[in-house]
């Protein structure tokens, strides 16, 4: 059963944007805190940015305001703008909860690179 579907990843120059989707399933997406999180090659998946059912959103230290997190609670979306991208960005990205994660989906990839 597939709970999320990412997309919106892609090449994009330093300096870019991307604005990623992220569809998950009503029962998993319904009055939970959801996440972004990205796992570069070699390192641990880490939180990019969470909003909770109420909207109220944190996001990790590297973000540094380039970052927005947003969700369509009728539509069971979250979306993750991304501005002014570097190399350092480049990663597989993925959605879940923000707590309590279920199966992870297959992400989507992000990779900046002049």
């Known amino acids: 059963q597939v709970q999320f579907v990412e997309s919106g990843g892609g090449l994009v120059q330093p300096g870019g944007s991307l604005r990623l989707s992220c569809a998950a399933s009503?029962?998993?997406?319904?009055?939970?805190?959801m996440g972004w999180y990205r796992q570069a090659p070699g390192k641990q998946r880490e939180l990019v940015a969470g909003?909770?059912?109420?909207?109220?959103?944190n996001y990790g230290d590297f973000v540094k305001g380039r970052f927005t997190i947003s969700r369509d609670n009728a539509k069971n979306t979250v979306y993750l703008q991304m501005n002014s991208l570097q190399p350092e960005n480049t990663a597989v990205y993925y959605c879940?909860?923000?707590?309590?994660?279920?199966?992870w989906g297959q992400g989507t990839q992000v990779t900046v690179s002049s």
């Open positions: 009503r029962n998993i997406f319904s009055g939970n805190a």
């Open positions: 909003i909770t059912s109420g909207c109220i959103t």
């Open positions: 879940n909860r923000r707590y309590n994660q279920v199966n």
